[in-house]
């Protein structure tokens, strides 16, 4: 697995190219992400997104136009794609797939969406492999907002206590900033949890 990495936009938010057996996976194109995509993506087969915040999604129409390849998001994020709840301009997107949590074979590469809300409806981890590539859920040493319109933070208690049982390790190449693992930051989670806990 090679995994190309390009922070995007105001917010510096991570565009990846995952490429296996020359098949190129294409995570969270943001802002004015399509030129470095069709620049550096070898023979792309489809976009995914770990959910539906404008920084994630900004170039989905653009690189489906471009590519002519489908896109994978959330299904409990996708009013997100076409309804910009935070009055960015985000250019509407339509996913061609909704995603529920569980494992997709996408041109013989098996992707897993993991379901972990809170930072929003849909927010999900994307596993291949060994790595998760975890969106806004989990940081090095942080974790995503709660406080933004559409989190939750009981949901986002719930996925935290959740990941908190996970006993495999995993990579983790996070929506902004630089990679960590989840045995790693499962240390961080019982602050983080009286963190949530004490703003609800």
Known sequence: MQIQIQPMGPYQTNCYIVTIENKSLIIDPGVDATQWVIAHAKNPVAILNTHGHFDHVWSNASLQNTLNIPLYTPKDDLFMLTEDPFGQGTPPSCADYGVEEGSYTIEGIEVTFRHFAG????????????????GDFLFEKSIGRWDFPASNGYDMIESLKRVATIKENFTLYPGHGGSTTLHEEQQHLPYWIAQVQATL
Not at 119 to 134: A, L, R
């Open 119 to 134: 930072h929003t409806p849909g927010c999900s981890v994307i596993e291949i492999g060994d790595v998760w590539f975890s």
